[in-house]
């Protein structure tokens, strides 16, 4: 088991790369802004779930598998920008939805799905957890595996806990443009931008990963 004091550099750690703009933020702000706090909540737990899924295959030493196949990088790399344009058209075509509406339990699923989907098909996500996670592993401390696991469950409740806030606000910032037929559509175009914007990252990423 990791020491209290690696847990607690650890977590210090984590909470400044959370503050970081990236793909899981503008997930659950996009969301959240389409679907209120519980759409912003919702994908918060969609990406605890892929957060927790990673974790197991750096335990499980599949993650280093996938990353030194060098096809695999752009497998999840392609159809990851492919997947998240199909979330920005269909955020343009949605027309009859608006906040004022509360978010139905397929929509809240189709939020969950998609927050999950886009961090696991993010190749630099799982060549993160490959690289950080083993930086405060002490093979003196015992079992390697155990001890990614924890390190693994500390990080994924700790981005848990910043995206449902980050939901919550943002789906209270939302809330201003209840009832507003314009604002609302404007609010899909960004949703829109933003999935656009995470797929043309996407398709850019470089493989090299910088710490």
Known sequence: ????????????????????????????????????????????????????????????GVATLVATWPPAFDVLRYVGAFYLVWLALQALRRHQRTLAHTPTKATLAEAFRSATLVSLLNPKALLFFLVFLPQFVDQQRGSVTLQLFVLGLVLSTIALCFHALLGVFSGRAATAFRGRTHAVRWLDRLQAGLFFGLAIRLLFLERQLRL
Do not use: E, K, W, Y
């Open 1 to 60: 088991m990791p020491t209290l004091p690696t847990l607690l550099l650890f977590s210090f750690a984590v909470l400044g790369l959370m503050v970081s703009p990236g793909p899981n933020m503008a997930m659950v702000v996009s969301q959240s802004l389409s679907h209120g706090a519980r759409g912003g909540i919702v994908s918060a737990a969609g990406i605890f779930v892929a957060d927790l899924i990673m974790t197991l295959l750096v335990c499980a």
